[in-house]
């Protein structure tokens, strides 16, 4: 998902933002942004957020549910890199989706969320 990194950003702006596309009662769990990206979890689902062209008026919208979720790894940034990576693997396609995340996000709370929802551990 893009050249740089995702920064952690409000979960109720993209609360708000996305209102229209959630589900009544979902909410976001976590929210990423690159300079027009986004990507963010929610209780049901794993979205990305892909803004294109000039304007950023066409906009895809990516969604994969938890349940086609087969396993997922984060790795945090070490002493010379800039960002931590998301890699999430899809039931069907060999290739993970990757996302490059900010060093200063919150990585083991990511963890948590897909933890919870993918495999279905209770806290």
């Known amino acids: 998902m893009g050249l740089f ?9 993209v609360q708000r933002d996305y209102a229209p596309i959630l589900t009544p ?6 929210a990423f942004k690159t300079i027009r990206d986004i990507v963010f979890l ?4 794993f ?7 000039l304007r950023g008026r066409k906009v895809e919208i990516f969604t994969i ?7 997922f790894s984060v790795e945090t940034a070490g002493t010379f890199d800039l ?10 396609d060999p290739a993970p989706v990757s996302v490059k995340i ?22």
């Open 5 to 13: 990194s995702a920064t952690e950003i409000s979960t109720d702006e």
């Open 25 to 30: 009662g979902e909410r976001v769990l976590a």
């Open 42 to 45: 929610t209780d049901l689902r």
């Open 47 to 53: 979205a990305l957020v892909d803004i294109q062209g």
């Open 65 to 71: 549910p938890y349940r086609s979720i087969t396993r």
């Open 83 to 92: 960002d931590a990576d998301l890699k999430v693997w899809v039931t069907g």
């Open 102 to 123: 900010g060093r200063n996000s919150d990585t083991a709370n990511i963890q948590r969320i897909l933890a919870y929802h993918v495999f279905g551990l209770k806290g």
